[in-house]
């Protein structure tokens, strides 16, 4: 969903059993501090049977985080899915900065810290 004020993504973890992505994992399921090993969360991501996925919703109305694992895939014909729900919020927004813009040029601020 990239349209408007959404920005969802999508990472593909790779063949990693679903029963071990806990949140923080979704993000390095290695849990090493090494650049190479963050997850990779992108607009689109391939399809591919036996793979893993983590998948951020981020709209104005609403907030998740699910992970789920591609069982079988037939292309153009069907797709096995197992899935957890790791975090999902419904937004009651009544008040928020100006709508997020795709396109939208900054309008820098600067700051000078000291210490």
């Excluded at 390095?28 to 983590?54: D, G, I, M, P």
Aim: glycine share 4%; net charge neutral.
């Amino acid at each position: 969903m990239l349209a408007g004020d959404e920005m969802s993504l999508v990472t593909d973890l790779g063949d990693v059993p679903l029963a071990e992505v806990s949140s923080s994992r979704a993000f390095n399921f290695k849990r090493v501090h090494s650049f190479e090993l963050y997850s990779k969360f992108a607009q689109a991501a391939r399809v591919e049977a036996h793979h893993t996925y983590a998948a951020l919703i981020n709209t104005r109305n609403l907030r998740g985080l699910f992970v789920f694992r591609v069982e079988d895939y037939k292309p153009n014909s069907s797709v096995l899915l197992s899935y957890a729900v790791k975090d999902y919020q419904v937004l009651d927004m009544r008040d928020a900065s100006q709508g997020f813009d795709w396109s939208a040029e900054n309008r820098p601020t600067s700051v000078r810290f000291q210490w």
